[in-house]
């Protein structure tokens, strides 16, 4: 097993988004983050721990939608950042967008919630859970129902008795170091989520994955630091990114004399980068070369 994965607990980005792939996890989360039932949710596992060119980075939320076609987009947030609130906006923007994008009207847009699970104190209130709609600033009587929420767990409230004791237990859980996090909160959900943790640690497929996520994101910090430097640079991150795609490969079995010959021969790192995409989407060696 991977130290670094073995070691990871639930509030890091990659061991969170793993996490609530899965369909029934992310279903008690969302029932316990809004007090609410919720009979099934929709994992859209394209948007789930990849590497997004167009961001120039790396994305680990989690996208979602119920039975009622409503959407979720949840982040874990381990370090504190001043523009939560815009980036917030930036989040439920996109999801509008995508959607006006493939036909809907105005008038049949979803209801939309962005939330934050932070693992601190974003407005320094002392509550488990902060949620914001937007209201009419000269009368309570008049709603603008956009049906847009966005929320701000926080593992470090004190309000126990403002919420239920389900969310409680679960961001103590997400609160916990490592060894704390292996012990019994006395919550079935929490045992729940614990066994998935267990899972994902012991999967190959999760390991290799975890890797290259690593790979990427120091990659891409050597990207932002390459500046100025000389071309002989670039051609090391060319190779490195090739490097990476034939390792995301290797997990589909030997690969062809033509296809490491295509893939070495490509020059164009941004190419490399979306073909990085397309292999850890694809199901099989045939699913990715078909969508090379």
Same mark, same amino acid.
């Given at each position: 097993?991977?130290?670094?994965?073995? &070691?990871? $607990?639930?509030? =890091?980005?990659?061991?969170?988004?793993?996490?609530?792939?899965?369909?029934?996890?992310?279903?008690?989360?969302?029932?316990?983050?809004?007090?609410?039932?919720?009979?099934?949710?929709?994992?859209?596992t394209e948007k789930n721990i990849v590497y997004h060119p167009e961001y120039k980075?790396?994305?680990?939320?989690?996208?979602?939608?119920?039975? &009622?076609? $409503?959407?979720? =987009?949840?982040?874990m947030q381990v370090l504190k950042q001043s523009a939560l609130g815009r980036r917030s906006r930036y989040y439920q923007s996109q999801m509008d967008m995508e959607l006006l994008a493939k036909?809907?009207?105005?008038?049949?847009?979803p209801d939309s919630y962005v939330i934050f699970l932070c693992d601190f104190d974003p407005f320094g209130e002392r509550k488990y859970r902060y949620t914001f709609r937007t209201a009419c600033e000269e009368t309570k009587k008049v709603s603008l129902k956009d049906g847009r929420c966005i929320m701000f767990l926080n593992t470090c409230g004190e309000d126990e008795q403002d919420v239920p004791k389900e969310l409680v237990s679960f961001l103590r859980f997400v609160h916990a170091d490592l060894k704390e996090s292996q012990t019994d909160f006395q919550d079935d959900y929490v045992r729940q989520v614990q066994k998935s943790v267990t899972h994902i640690k012991g999967s190959r497929e999760m390991e290799e994955r975890f890797m290259l996520l690593e790979l990427l994101m120091q990659d891409e910090r050597r990207e932002g630091r390459k500046e100025g430097r000389k071309e002989g640079r670039k051609a090391g991150e060319l190779e490195g990114a090739q490097e990476m795609l034939q390792m995301a490969l290797n997990r589909f079995g030997e690969l062809s004399e033509n296809?490491?010959?295509?893939?070495?021969?490509?020059?164009?790192?941004?190419?490399?980068?979306?073909w990085m995409e397309t292999a850890l989407q694809a199901e099989s060696l045939d699913d990715f070369i078909s969508k090379m």
């Open positions: 097993m991977n130290t670094l994965l073995k &070691n990871l $607990t639930i509030k =890091n980005n990659f061991m969170f988004a793993a996490v609530m792939s899965d369909e029934e996890n992310c279903k008690g989360f969302l029932e316990r983050a809004l007090s609410m039932k919720i009979d099934r949710v929709e994992i859209n980075g790396v994305r680990l939320d989690v996208y979602a939608k119920d039975e &009622n076609n $409503t959407r979720y =987009n949840i982040e036909g809907c009207e105005y008038a049949e847009l296809l490491l010959k295509t893939l070495h021969q490509q020059q164009d790192i941004e190419v490399i980068r979306k």
